[in-house]
């Protein structure tokens, strides 16, 4: 499959259904459901997934850099305006999306670990 040619916002949805499987199945251990609910729910919004973005974006390659600034500024970041967060969240979405197509699991899993496992705001870890 030829990752480059999948459009921006199904890289987002692909890596937004990661990303939230990613933060529940870390945090199952923790906490009870209804809790892990709660606080997954922190880290999976927009404004957690742009505190994760932020934290990865002096981390990327030049190859990932060009695709988040292409998420970034796509139809679909700017689906609410100019909502940095959305738009840092869909970056993000597109970002783990790609890495998931190209199969570039060893990549995926340590920009996953420093997005999520290092959010001091959250309990969960």
Request: with cysteine; net charge positive; aromatic share 8%.
């Amino acid at each position: 499959m030829d990752v480059s040619q999948i459009p921006i916002s199904t890289m987002a949805y692909i890596g937004d259904a990661i990303y939230s499987l990613y933060c529940k199945v870390k945090s199952l251990k923790l906490m009870k459901v209804k809790a892990i609910h709660k606080e997954v729910n922190k880290i999976i919004s927009r404004e957690g997934q742009a505190r994760s973005f932020d934290r990865l974006v002096e981390l990327l390659s030049a190859e990932e850099f060009s695709l988040v600034k292409r998420a970034l500024n796509s139809r679909a970041a700017k689906k609410y305006g100019n909502d940095i967060f959305y738009r840092k969240s869909t970056a993000l979405e597109a970002l783990i999306g790609y890495l998931y197509l190209k199969g570039n699991k060893e990549r995926l899993i340590d920009l996953l670990k420093i997005a999520v496992e290092n959010d001091k705001d959250d309990r969960l870890w």
